[in-house]
Each structure stands twice: as C-alpha cells, then as structure tokens.
C-alpha cells in the first residue's frame, strides 16, 4: 500500500477574494491563523468556494491509497498559530475518504518530541510492505527532518517528496543522510572485527551499497575464513575482482598439514581475543596445543597421527612397540598408547625432552605444555562441562596472547593475515 505522510502548514491553502484592496493574507498571520481557520472550518460552506489548496496542485493525492495529514495543535497561551485547523480544512476541500488528519500537541521545534511522535505513528499505522512518502515541503525545519529520521529508521521502502519551483521531484536526501550513517557504521563493524554486522548493514541495504558488489564477498571471505569454513571461502573468491595489491592478502585457504592449521589458527586467537570472545578462545587455545603436539611429533618421527581408514592408527602404534624404552615409560605412566591424543603425545614429547631428543622444538612444546593451566578454566566453561565463562583478566592473567605471539616468532610469522585484510579494507571502504 502506498501511504502519503504530509505535514500541513499556515501556507498549504490559499483564499480567493473579490475585491484586489483586501490583503489575501490576513489569515495567515500569526496571532490570527488558529482563530481564522477555526472560523472557516466551523462555516465551511460559505468558505469552500472561496478556497485551494497549493498542496493539491503539486502532490498527485489520487496515486496514494492512504494519506495523513498532521497538523499542530499546541495549548501554549501566546501562540496561535497552530495548523490543526488547517488540516482539517485541507481534509475537507481534499473530498477523498483515505485522507485522515493527525494531531501534534507538543512543540514542533523538539526534534526528539517530533522524532518519538513520527516512530510512533509510524509503528502504528504502517505495514511491514507499505511504500511510504514523506511530503516535506514548506514546514518546521524540525518537523521535516524529524519525520524524515523516523522513517528512515522503519525498514520500510521510502520516497521523500518536495516541491522544488512548484514541482514535485522524488529527493535523495535520505540516500544522502543513510550514505553517511552506514558508512561510518561499516567503518565501527569493521574495527570492531564484526564482519557478521557489517555483511548484513550491507545486505540489507542494497539500494546504498548496490555497487560494492565486490567488497561485500571480501566481507564474506573474511567472516567464512575466521569461521574455518575454507570450502566457502574459497568458493566466495571465484566470485571476486581482486586488484594485484590484493591478490596476497585473499589466498585460497587449504589445511594440508598441521602447521597450515597452526599458522591459520594463531591469527585466529588473536582477533578471537580481540572480539572479547574468550571462552570461544578456550576451545580454540586447546585445538592449538594438540596440532603444536601432533606436528613435533611428525616433524621428528615422520609418522603420522592421523587415522587411517583401513588400518587406524596402525602405524603410530607400531612406533611405540618398537620402540623398547618409550613404550616402558608409557606403560609406567599408566598411558594408553592405542591412539596418539592429546594426553600421548604429551607424554611422548616430555620423554623426547629428558632425552635430549626434542631439539629445536622444546621452547615450543614448552608453551604448548603451559597451556594445561587452562585446563580447569576450559573445564568448568560451556565449552566442557560446566557453564562457566571466561573474562579477560583470567586470559590477561594467563599472559596467553604472549605466548601466542611466542609460538608465532618461532614460526617466524611476523603479521597477522586477518588483521591485514581488516586494515586494506577500513582503508579501501566503498565509495557512495
């Protein structure tokens, strides 16, 4: 349904007189406009002849299936010049049944009386798929822009209509004002690392952003590449122009390897941390410390943890057996080597270290190790068995980030991919 918003001013009718001494715009006046109006709207038949409408003239009424007029109708003593009057007169010489006249009773010049008036008339009496118009010509600048706001902050499609020279023209100035408003809300999501919020301040709002096609699938890339969802990263950048700066910066993802998923977890931990999201960091700082196990341990045996499809984990046990002493130390610690878990491999590892077989890897598999502190944290969150949460003062306590930034300087990983992109695109947001 297309409905018509309008606001009525002292200016909206016109009066036609006889005789060319009578000034035709005593009633317009301001310490007799309410008084005047009152009178021809109480004598309408003896006036109707006598009166037009300028708004009539300029807006097509007919093309709209409902239309209101507000008029303001103060109490205040000293002014006369409300327009409630006048609404109604306008309603009469309209001679339409959609046409129905609104009061407004508290001062046009509050932009927030006029704005919390507009959202509630508009909650009220519009539809999810109506198509409103707002007339904003001639009135309160308050008025206008308050209403403007209101409607802009519905989800409803919306035309704003002004008279330019006695022509009526369909204005972008809501385009202009939300242009503004969402671009430097895509600027907040995205430093803020919200790439959820600002692919769906995108999405739904097609009409401001219909030519950033592209940057909206870097949007999506990124938010699919933090979430591991590889598989639509990828596909997502089949869909993408890049420019030849950009071409490093969004790769194709393929975990072949844990160090592949080592590395992409770190700058995972870290922009996890960034978005305050730290019990999800529990579970992902526990997924780290099992691949930092299972890639020394491969890197220094070249035998693979992973399960075979026909044989399981044939080969790993192998290594144990024939392995004389490290299996008489397992055993002697209870450990059941039957797969290689988080608990083997740290067991393997720390027999490695006494015998000197660690190498190069012991500062790292140092860090891993600490991680254990955690544990009791991660056990009473969500993410294990109870229904704890985690703040940032235990994590800061921890001094975990540090041992991140460790892990990466021995991995010589000197940038944050993540943070890379987030900073190329704060620095490329689309233009408008």
């Known amino acids: 349904?297309?409905?018509?918003?309008?606001?009525?001013?002292?200016?909206?009718?016109?009066?036609?007189?006889?005789?060319?001494?009578?000034?035709?715009?005593?009633?317009?006046?301001?310490?007799?406009?309410?008084?005047?109006?009152?009178?021809?709207?109480?004598?309408?038949?003896?006036?109707?002849d006598k009166l037009n409408l300028n708004i009539v003239d300029i807006v097509?009424?007919?093309?709209?299936?409902?239309?209101?007029?507000?008029?303001?109708?103060?109490?205040?003593?000293?002014?006369?010049?409300?327009?409630?009057?006048?609404?109604?007169?306008?309603?009469k010489l309209i001679g339409q049944d959609n046409v129905e006249v609104?009061?407004?009773?508290?001062?046009?010049?509050?932009?927030?009386?006029?704005?919390?008036?507009?959202?509630?008339?508009?909650?009220?009496?519009?539809?999810?798929?109506?198509?409103?118009?707002?007339?904003?010509?001639?009135?309160v600048p308050a008025m206008k822009e308050a209403m403007v706001w209101a409607g802009l902050s519905t989800n409803l499609d919306i035309s704003i209509l002004e008279a330019i020279n006695g022509e009526l023209i369909e204005s972008k100035v809501?385009?202009?004002?939300?242009?503004?408003?969402?671009?430097?809300?895509?600027?907040?999501?995205?430093?803020?690392?919200?790439?959820?919020?600002?692919?769906?301040?995108?999405?739904?709002?097609?009409?401001?952003?219909?030519?950033?096609?592209d940057y909206l699938n870097k949007l999506k890339y990124l938010n699919a590449r933090f979430n591991f969802d590889f598989d639509l990263a990828n596909k997502i950048l089949d869909e993408v122009s890049l420019t030849l700066t950009e071409e490093d910066l969004f790769e194709k993802i393929q975990i072949s390897s844990h160090l592949d998923g080592i590395k992409e977890l770190l700058d995972n931990i870290e922009i996890t941390y960034k978005k305050w999201e730290y019990t999800m960091l529990l579970g992902k700082v526990f997924r780290l410390q099992e691949g930092i196990y299972r890639y020394i341990f491969e890197t220094l045996t070249n035998i693979s943890t992973e399960k075979n499809e026909n044989n399981g984990f044939?080969?790993?046990?192998?290594?144990?057996?024939?392995?004389?002493?490290?299996?008489?130390?397992?055993?002697?610690?209870?450990?059941?080597y039957s797969q290689p878990n988080t608990l083997v491999l740290a067991k393997i590892l720390s027999y490695f270290k006494d015998n000197g077989k660690l190498w190069k890897y012991q500062a790292i598999f140092g860090i891993a190790s600490s991680i254990d502190g955690l544990k009791n944290d991660r056990n009473l969150s969500i993410m294990a068995?109870?229904?704890?949460?985690?703040?940032?003062s235990d994590i800061d306590d921890y001094k975990l980030i540090k041992k991140i930034s460790s892990i990466k300087q021995f991995l010589w990983i000197n940038e944050n991919k993540l943070d890379m992109i987030k900073s190329h695109m704060l620095n490329d947001l689309p233009s408008l």
């Open 102 to 139: 609104l009061k407004y009773e508290t001062n046009p010049t509050d932009r927030k009386a006029v704005l919390y008036y507009y959202k509630k008339i508009f909650s009220e009496r519009l539809n999810k798929d109506d198509k409103l118009y707002l007339f904003v010509s001639w009135w």
């Open 60 to 91: 097509p009424l007919s093309k709209f299936d409902k239309v209101y007029l507000v008029g303001t109708n103060q109490s205040w003593e000293n002014d006369k010049q409300d327009t409630f009057y006048a609404a109604e007169i306008v309603k």
């Open 314 to 336: 044939v080969e790993f046990i192998n290594y144990v057996e024939n392995n004389q002493k490290l299996k008489d130390y397992l055993v002697s610690n209870d450990i059941n």
């Open 174 to 213: 809501e385009q202009l004002y939300l242009k503004e408003v969402y671009k430097k809300s895509l600027k907040l999501f995205l430093e803020n690392y919200d790439w959820f919020g600002a692919i769906k301040l995108m999405e739904e709002n097609k009409k401001i952003f219909w030519n950033a096609v």
């Open 385 to 392: 068995h109870w229904w704890g949460g985690l703040g940032k």
């Open 1 to 48: 349904m297309k409905v018509l918003f309008a606001n009525i001013g002292n200016r909206n009718i016109k009066i036609d007189w006889d005789f060319d001494f009578v000034d035709d715009k005593w009633f317009i006046k301001k310490e007799v406009f309410k008084e005047k109006t009152k009178e021809i709207l109480e004598n309408f038949d003896e006036w109707k």
